[in-house]
């Protein structure tokens, strides 16, 4: 599996970004995909999440405020930040869980900046 995020700039408080995250490789293996952020000093965070039941996971933070989807003809997830605050301010990654066999594994995409300044 392989995952590539796009989408990241720098936005004004209270402005809108849309990242992406294009998948290729063994689709068909992959239970759950979601978006986690890491900004300096901190550790990676759960932002959204689409679990393997088909649900949908939200860090407090960003309710109400982010919506993650995805496009299956496209093989590409999405998410929608809107009401950009700065503590938004990270590197956002998308995240793939698949497994083969009886084996899981977590794979990464290379990350995409949001800094979130006036």
């Known amino acids: 599996v392989q995952l590539a995020e796009s989408g990241g700039d720098l936005v004004q408080p209270g402005g809108s970004l849309r990242l992406s995250c294009a998948v290729s490789?063994?689709?068909?293996?992959?239970?759950?995909m979601g978006w986690y952020r890491q900004a300096p000093g901190k550790q990676r965070e759960l932002v959204a999440a689409f679990t393997s039941a088909g649900s949908t996971n939200y860090a407090d933070s960003v309710k109400a405020r982010f919506t993650i989807s995805r496009d299956s003809a496209k093989n590409t997830m999405y998410l929608q930040m809107n009401s950009l605050k700065p503590e938004d301010t990270a590197v956002y990654y998308c995240?793939?869980?698949?497994?083969?066999?009886?084996?899981?594994?977590?794979?990464w995409g290379q990350g995409t900046q949001v800094t979130v300044s006036s």
């Open positions: 995240h793939a869980g698949a497994a083969y066999g009886a084996t899981d594994y977590d794979y």
């Open positions: 490789g063994s689709i068909s293996s992959i239970y759950a």
